[in-house]
């Protein structure tokens, strides 16, 4: 059986049709685009690939799928992923698959002597060793005031071993969490991490739900903005100025094209189109 698009059955190949100043992507479309091998696209030049090294920020309110791009991406894109969940057990984070870690190599915590995490970090290690890919969350259930201190220096140590491990794509899941003194504070581990990965490969996806002035420094160095649609000025402008883009060009584009788990991605170079996509359920 066909669809009506000529696609066989559960494959999501429609793609409706993009406002002037963007384009649309089948999925297949822009994992080629992200990985290089799409120059063109529908009569656009397409802007540079998502290169390791490159930071993705991701806006959207919630549910609008912000977690499920950002593991899409990285089942998709990258081998080496550690995704820190300060919330504590998303459920969409955990539908991933990826294994869940309670202790980081280096950290503060460390795991009891043959205990399960103790070997589940043995088979880890030894899986990179042989660069065997590994996507991994750092996150404990945030419960109790005690859970939240723990899931607090775990978030803490994770950043630093990316750091120092050098390599992996840190997906920072529910940035604010993180970064606002008032709950981790870790905004500043971030904005480092940020402006020293490059140099390491380590890419950065932040994830947000709205742009306080407080997590603005992920954003500033990303070389990618993902939002969801959305009609908040407030929000299309701050992205607008992070990607160094006329915000007028970006409100017509959400205002004509506002579809369910549509992304548009933004790069920073000024003539790019606006890039759109709506990515498989994955979570
Ligand atoms: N592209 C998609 N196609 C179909 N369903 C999707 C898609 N993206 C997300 N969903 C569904 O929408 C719900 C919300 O997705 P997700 O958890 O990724 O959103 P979120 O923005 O991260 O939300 P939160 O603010 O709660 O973290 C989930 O049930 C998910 O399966
Ligand atoms: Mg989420």
């Known amino acids: 059986m066909t669809t009506p698009w000529g696609a066989g059955p559960g494959v999501m190949s429609y793609v409706p049709p993009a406002p002037p100043g963007a384009v649309a992507f089948t999925p297949a479309e822009f994992l080629a685009w992200a990985r290089g091998e799409l120059a063109e696209h529908r009569g656009h030049r397409l802007p540079g690939p998502w290169q390791p090294g490159q930071h993705l920020g991701l806006l959207g309110k919630t549910r609008e799928g912000k977690t499920n791009f950002a593991v899409w991406l990285c089942n998709e ?138 997590e603005r420094a992920g954003v500033r160095q990303s070389t990618l903005i993902g939002m969801a649609r959305t009609r908040d000025r407030d929000l299309i402008k701050m992205a607008a100025a992070a990607a160094g883009r006329p915000w007028q060009e970006l409100a017509t584009i959400f205002d004509e094209f506002e579809h369910k788990y549509w992304w548009a991605v933004i790069s920073d170079e000024p003539r790019a189109p606006v890039l759109l996509v709506r990515p498989p359920k994955v979570t």
């Open 77 to 214: 894109l990258r081998d080496y992923v550690l995704a820190l969940d300060p919330k504590g057990m998303d459920e969409s984070l955990s539908a991933s698959g990826w294994p869940r870690m309670s202790t980081v190599p280096g950290g503060r915590a460390r795991p009891a002597w043959l205990s399960r995490e103790h070997r589940a970090w043995n088979k880890i290690q030894d899986a990179l060793a042989e660069e065997v890919p590994q996507r991994l969350i750092a996150g404990v259930s945030t419960r109790t005031r005690q859970a939240d201190a723990a899931n607090r220096r775990l978030m803490e140590d994770a950043i630093e071993y990316c750091r120092q491990a050098g390599g992996w794509t840190l997906l920072v899941d529910e940035h604010q969490v993180l970064s606002d003194p008032r709950m981790f504070g870790l905004g500043p581990s971030i904005a480092r991490m940020a402006i020293t990965a490059a140099r390491d490969k380590t890419s950065l996806i932040v994830n947000f739900q709205y742009l306080a002035w407080i």
